[in-house]
């Protein structure tokens, strides 16, 4: 379960730092459909299915947001360096 959240954040993390929101639905959907069949593969119960991907989607959005504010500093930070920047002559 912890590996599950930890890639699922990590994936989140990518996708916010280069794509546009949007990206989360299909990446939700595929989650909870992959997470659905490894779960019935293994024989595991409902319920143990629907709170891992409950946790993989909430790991998956966590993730997505801290990939956006790590693009913002990026952006930030290059945007302060070319400000600063002394122009040659």
Aim: proline content about 2%.
């Amino acid at each position: 379960m912890v590996m599950l959240i930890l890639s699922t954040f990590c994936i989140g993390a990518v996708l916010g730092a280069r794509c546009k929101v949007l990206i989360l639905v299909p990446f939700i959907g595929l989650g909870s459909i992959t997470i659905l069949a490894g779960g019935i593969a293994r024989g595991d119960n409902a319920s143990a299915i629907l709170i891992a991907a409950v946790l993989a989607s909430i790991s998956l959005q966590i993730g997505y947001f801290c990939g956006i504010f790590t693009r913002y500093g990026v952006a930030q930070s290059r945007h302060r360096a070319a400000v600063h920047q002394e122009p040659a002559h």
